[in-house]
């Protein structure tokens, strides 16, 4: 069983009355996100019993690519991370978890993008359909190039 940390509402009261930051740092360690991201996903692939080259190969990320994040060379962008999600088969609260433990922005539902992301995740369709929907919505792909994500 996962160790409790603390609600992030209880750590910001505590971090607003702190007098010292490198004490409250310290004192709250275990419920900051320290862990790497690719230590993460490792984590998340020994937990489900797959290989990164199975997460790789559903998300569509190029091999050498999904490799380096996986070993910690390359960080990836929010749109490998999102990929990275319908390649675990993740629902929504893990996608965001996903996103947050990369330091990346959530999806977001009033961004017409995120609410395709989002729906497609809630009702675990795959990620060609949900790049075929930003398609028909002449929205930008996922992984698409020039677009930040």
Known sequence: MPEQRTKTSELLQKLFRTKSIAQFIRKNEKNMNTVPFHAYINRLCAEKDVLPAYIIKKSGIERTFGHQIFNGKRNP?????????????????????????????????????????????????????????????????????????
């Open 77 to 149: 962008s929010r749109d490998k991370i999102i990929l990275l999600a319908f390649g675990f088969e993740m629902d929504y609260d893990e996608a965001q978890a996903l996103l947050k433990s990369a330091r990346k922005s959530a999806l977001y539902p009033k961004i017409e993008r995120d609410a395709v992301v989002i729906h497609a995740l809630k009702h675990k369709l795959p990620i060609i359909d949900v790049q075929s929907t930003l398609s028909e919505l002449s929205l930008p792909l996922i992984g698409e190039e020039g677009h930040r994500g």
